[in-house]
């Protein structure tokens, strides 16, 4: 049976708009070996990014960088809105604890947190939480695909760094510098 032209049309519309939609919508990553990615940041883009980080006043710079970034429009959290002021606060406060306890614990690491701009977050990650709004800088250079519950950057002295993707409890502080290189060495080979 022949279909006519306008519904091959339709189909064909609705078949471009499907690809655009997944396309274009945040990538949730749970497999462990595609979580992360590796890489290297030339000179010149690690003299930037250290200009860009010194405009932080929060934070002092230091050797090792880490960054989780956290994306406009992300609904990792949706589930925790409908709950009460009490329990989003306990929540941002044990988040933000974390970080303070994993930041003193290494003395050489600046742990950062930044978003994209835009208004549309969680009521976790829009406001109680010292996080940054990146004007484009960090997106541009890291953070350039966008992941459902955010992506965390590891940036070392050398210039290697290694994202963990969708990464909504932070958990590229639990890992060590055996971890960290472990993880440089089987993604750089990918």
């Not at 934070?59 to 409908?82: E, Q, R």
């Amino acid at each position: 049976m022949k279909r006519s032209p306008k519904i091959n049309l339709l189909i064909s519309s609705i078949l471009f708009l499907s690809i655009v939609i997944y396309a274009c919508s945040p990538k949730l990553y749970v497999d462990e070996n595609k979580r992360y990615e590796a890489g290297t940041l030339t000179g010149k883009q690690i003299d930037s990014l250290h200009l860009f980080l010194k405009q932080n006043e929060r934070l002092a710079l230091k050797d090792t960088i880490i960054i989780k970034y956290d994306f406009n429009k992300d609904d990792c959290w949706k589930d925790l809105s409908y709950q009460n002021a009490e329990f989003l606060n306990n929540v941002r406060w044990t988040f933000q604890k974390n970080i303070l306890e994993k930041a003193e614990a290494r003395p050489k690491v600046a742990i950062y947190q930044y978003r994209e701009e835009g208004k549309s977050f969680s009521p976790i990650k829009s406001k109680g939480l010292e996080i940054e709004t990146d004007p484009g800088f960090l997106k541009k250079l890291l953070f350039k695909e966008v992941t459902s519950c955010g992506t965390s950057a590891i940036i070392l002295p050398n210039g290697k760094f290694l994202l963990v993707k969708s990464d909504p409890q932070f958990s590229a502080l639990i890992l060590n510098a055996n971890d960290i290189e472990k993880k440089l060495q089987e993604n750089l080979v990918k």
